[in-house]
């Protein structure tokens, strides 16, 4: 799996779309940049741009938290009902690895 960071495209109807080769697009959005992070196979039989940013697991956990700390990631209260509570460091980062493992 490559980790690669894109923005969404302009289509002719005026709106926009997640690009034909993001496999699985629309994770983790950056607000300050509009971009996003989608998981690719390793290989593909499509043409997939060559001058995307490829990350880490390492490098997309140090993105996250970047974002975390001025757009806070939030989850749902301890029980039924509670109000949304903000995520530790440690949580984004192993909900991170969760989608990582997820999407491997």
């Known amino acids: 799996m490559k980790i690669v960071e894109y923005k969404l495209h302009a289509n002719n109807e ?10 699985n697009g629309g994770h ?24 995307l940013t490829e990350l880490t697991v390492a490098e997309l956990k140090t993105r996250q938290l970047a974002i975390h700390a001025k757009y806070p990631m939030q989850k749902m209260g301890e029980n039924p009902g ?23």
């Open 14 to 23: 005026g709106t926009m779309s997640v690009p034909g080769w993001a496999a």
């Open 28 to 51: 983790y959005q950056n607000p300050d940049d509009y971009s996003m992070i989608t998981a690719n196979p390793d290989s593909a039989e499509y043409y997939v741009p060559d001058t």
């Open 82 to 104: 509670d109000d949304m509570v903000e995520m530790t460091d440690a949580e984004v980062e192993a909900q991170v690895d969760a989608w990582v493992t997820a999407n491997s």
